[in-house]
């Protein structure tokens, strides 16, 4: 799977925008993009993955770039209780076994929304 | 109310005694896959399971065992802990390979 690049930090104000950024610059053109998060030492969260269009679910709002080297996940109005850790992942669509179809968890970027 | 259920939440043992967490899920999914956690290296995955009776290793099998019986349970086994499998274990699940996991909500081992 191709390798992955986001800040170790960031800070949000509550009720604005979060934009966190993910550099995939050697992606492939079967990789997907997801993104989990995980707050303090519970169980990682799936919040959105795509391929190359731009997605929105209840949670989050995800924006790949045309080239498909970066994307950046959006969080609309950023609450407390979306302090946590955002893990980027690309990974090939895969449901014929092999480790190549499992989810690899970089170091991620722990957000911090304060009031 | 769909979930992966892990238990114990909290194990403290002696090196060498052989134990057993439990991972069950209630949504018919195919794939289960187990991490563990520590500082500084992040979610490593042990072991996972395409379906029953089919599982491979992941990044850091080394001292785990695992079985897949049931297309609902996973059991980790650690058949003689040691202090360096002290961690945060999370047992996930998923209807396909890598797709919208659902994990548990984590195993805190201590072995001394």
């Known amino acids: 799977d191709a390798k992955t690049t986001q800040p170790p930090s960031m800070d949000c104000a509550e009720g604005r925008a979060a934009n966190l950024p993910c550099n995939h610059s050697t992606i492939s053109g079967n990789e997907y993009v997801y993104w989990y998060r995980q707050i303090h030492s519970q169980g990682p969260q799936y919040i959105i993955h795509?391929?190359?269009n731009n997605e929105t679910n209840e949670m989050a709002s995800l924006i790949i770039t045309e080239d498909r080297k970066s994307s950046t996940l959006i969080l609309p109005h950023a609450t407390l209780r979306d302090t946590a850790v955002y893990y980027c992942?690309?990974?090939?669509?895969?449901?014929?076994?092999?480790?190549?179809?499992?989810?690899?968890f970089g170091k991620g970027t722990k957000l911090s929304v304060k009031p | 109310e769909a979930q992966v259920t892990q238990n114990p939440r909290y194990l403290i043992t002696v090196t060498g005694k052989k134990l057993t967490v439990t991972c069950s899920q209630n949504m018919n999914h195919e794939y289960m896959s187990w991490y563990r956690q520590d500082p500084g290296l992040g979610l490593r995955q042990i072991y996972y399971?395409?379906?029953?009776?089919?599982?491979d290793k992941g990044d850091v099998p080394e001292g785990y065992k695992v079985s897949r019986k049931e297309k609902r349970n996973f059991p980790l086994i650690l058949e003689s802990p040691s202090p360096n499998q002290t961690s945060l274990y999370f047992c996930a699940s998923s209807f396909l390979q890598g797709y919208g996991y659902t994990f548990g909500s984590g195993t805190r081992l201590t072995v001394v």
């Open positions: 795509g391929l190359k």
């Open positions: 399971s395409m379906n029953v009776e089919v599982t």
């Open positions: 992942i690309v990974r090939v669509e895969s449901n014929y076994g092999g480790s190549q179809g499992n989810l690899i």
